[in-house]
């Protein structure tokens, strides 16, 4: 998932993304269970937990948390609503209905247990699946990854830049850690998940980085456009799809050489979306509805970015990871007709239909 715009190019020397360019900070999420224990201890009222409660709704993360739930979910929090909700979690305030994570406390603790014991390692590994699919150029801004707790089911991670809370201005992922739970049985099977959907972020944040210095990346951005909006997430959601999805278990038979029921389907699904967005009788809700199912929803029912993970997937068994590297860099056009030439040799293959073809 990601939210906001690219604010212009970064300083600094152009090279590959790197581990130092990345920072896991499980302080937040911390902050608060250090809190719950220590009001289990010495038990609540006499002040300063909810001193500390209001120190933690108003410290960076969760202040940048509050603006993103404001913007997306319309949520408007006071500071000692929020403090009352961080203190006694069974109160509650929109975006922080913190009971379920309340009572999985420990849970909770043993998932960030896990993710720092990883360390050096975990921010090679994200890096590393990242970069393989974005341009080498940079140059880049350190992105910040905030272990937060929310509400449960409101978000999982979440991609936001430019990040003003941060120093240097760099990209900042929210990580839900409530919904974290939801990734496996075990706190191993729930951080190996989490890595998957670290990458994915991973892709968005650096995207938003340097696509400003991209050209072809122009006539995507801000547009209201919905066709243009749908080929920009069939490359943007799609790649980030990509990373994620490429190397769970089980994605030898996600990415076939036979299109897959999930690959017809995704690729069905967009040619309907586009017809029904470009019919003279559909409404400018309407035509906004369709298009944001591209990216909204279930995972296979979000036809953009299904679609666009698997045309990723075929320009790479096709032409090798520097061609779809190269196609991302040119901007979502380029990566369509990409697409578009290596289905082509292919009559299996799911057509982009013409209109996204013909933005440029």
């Given at each position: 998932m ?6 212009g190019k970064?300083?600094g ?10 920072l896991?900070d ?13 009001t289990v201890?010495?038990g609540s ?6 001193a500390?409660a209001?120190?933690i709704a ?21 500071d000692?609503e929020?403090?009352?909700a961080?203190?006694l979690?069974?109160s509650g305030?929109?975006?922080?209905g ?15 247990d896990e993710?720092?014991s990883?360390g ?9 699946r990242a970069?393989r699919y974005?341009?080498?150029?940079g140059?880049w801004r ?8 929310s509400s ?7 991609t ?5 809370a941060v120093?240097g201005g760099?990209?900042?992922v ?6 974290v739970?939801a990734y ?9 998940g989490?890595e ?7 892709f968005?944040a ?9 050209p072809?990346?122009?006539?995507y951005r ?14 943007e959601?799609?790649v ?6 490429r190397?769970r278990?089980?994605?030898?038979s996600?990415f ?5 029921s999930?690959?017809v ?11 029904n967005?470009?019919?003279f009788d559909?409404?400018r ?15 296979w029912g ?6 666009g993970m698997?045309?990723a997937?075929?320009?790479e068994?096709a032409?090798g990871?520097?061609a ?10 380029v990566?369509?007709?990409t697409?578009r030439?290596?289905?082509a ?5 799911g ?6 073809l013909l933005?440029?």
């Amino acid at each position: 998932m990601i939210s906001g715009s690219g604010q212009g190019k970064a300083g600094g020397d152009a090279r590959p993304l790197q581990p130092q360019d990345l920072l896991v900070d499980t302080g937040p999420a911390r902050q608060i269970l250090s809190l719950w224990k220590s009001t289990v201890r010495t038990g609540s009222g006499d002040g300063r937990s909810r001193a500390t409660a209001a120190r933690i709704a108003q410290s960076p993360a969760y202040h940048t948390l509050r603006v993103f739930l404001r913007d997306q979910f319309a949520c408007l929090t006071k500071d000692d609503e929020v403090a009352r909700a961080i203190e006694l979690p069974d109160s509650g305030v929109c975006g922080f209905g913190l009971d379920p994570a309340y009572r999985e406390r420990d849970s909770l603790s043993a998932v960030l247990d896990e993710v720092e014991s990883r360390g050096d390692r975990l921010r090679t590994r994200l890096v590393s699946r990242a970069a393989r699919y974005l341009p080498e150029g940079g140059p880049w801004r350190k992105t910040t990854v905030w272990f937060v707790i929310s509400s449960q089911t409101t978000f999982d991670a979440v991609t936001l830049v430019p990040g003003s809370a941060v120093a240097g201005g760099g990209p900042v992922v929210l990580v839900n850690l409530t919904d974290v739970l939801a990734y496996g049985e075990t706190t191993r099977e729930r951080v190996d998940g989490l890595e998957h959907v670290l990458a994915h972020e991973l892709f968005h944040a650096g995207i938003r980085v340097i696509e400003s210095g991209l050209p072809g990346w122009e006539p995507y951005r801000r547009t209201t456009n919905e066709v243009a909006f749908v080929g920009k997430a069939m490359l943007e959601e799609g790649v980030g799809h990509y990373v994620d999805f490429r190397d769970r278990p089980g994605s030898d038979s996600l990415f076939t050489w036979k299109p897959s029921s999930r690959e017809v389907d995704a690729f069905d699904r967009l040619g309907k979306a586009i017809r029904n967005v470009r019919r003279f009788d559909s409404g400018r809700v309407r035509r906004s509805e369709i298009a944001d199912m591209a990216v909204t929803g279930p995972t296979w029912g979000k036809y953009g970015a299904i679609s666009g993970m698997f045309a990723a997937h075929r320009i790479e068994a096709a032409r090798g990871p520097e061609a779809l590297r190269d196609a991302i860099a040119g901007g979502p056009g380029v990566f369509l007709r990409t697409y578009r030439d290596v289905a082509a040799t292919n009559p299996r293959l799911g057509r982009v239909p013409e209109e996204l073809l013909l933005l440029q």
